[in-house]
Nanobody
């Protein structure tokens, strides 16, 4: 059974930083791309960032480029999302996802339960 557990969310002020973690089990973590998505109230879930199996390929949505950093530690089966210079519009539930394959061009297959990030102005 594949499990993804996010943590690290919380209530912060604009300009603050947070680091989200996603610990996985049940699948060989190092063989798959990992991604972060978010869903704000009343909006559809949107892509935030993705990293391939070895960290060599990374993509971000334009709105977070230069502020967010995705990374992974294959020895710890954990993906991270370091968020800096947070804005109120970053407020959302953040989900991590394990992709079908190693490449970022594959699709998310497994999802975590989400962690709430709230940024006050």
């Amino acid at each position: 059974q594949v499990q993804l557990v996010e943590s690290g969310g919380g209530l912060v002020q604009a300009g603050d930083s947070l680091r989200l973690s996603c610990v996985t089990s049940g699948r060989t973590f190092s063989a798959y791309a990992m991604g972060w998505f978010r869903q704000a109230p009343g909006k559809e879930r949107e892509f935030v960032a993705v990293i391939n199996w070895n960290g060599a390929t990374i993509n971000y949505v334009r709105s977070v480029k230069g502020r967010f950093t995705i990374s992974r530690d294959n020895a710890k089966n954990t993906a991270y999302l370091q968020m800096s210079s947070l804005k109120p519009e970053d407020t959302a539930v953040y989900y991590c996802a394990m992709y079908q394959w190693a490449a970022v061009t594959s699709k998310p297959l497994y999802w975590g339960q989400g962690t709430q990030v709230t940024v006050s102005s």
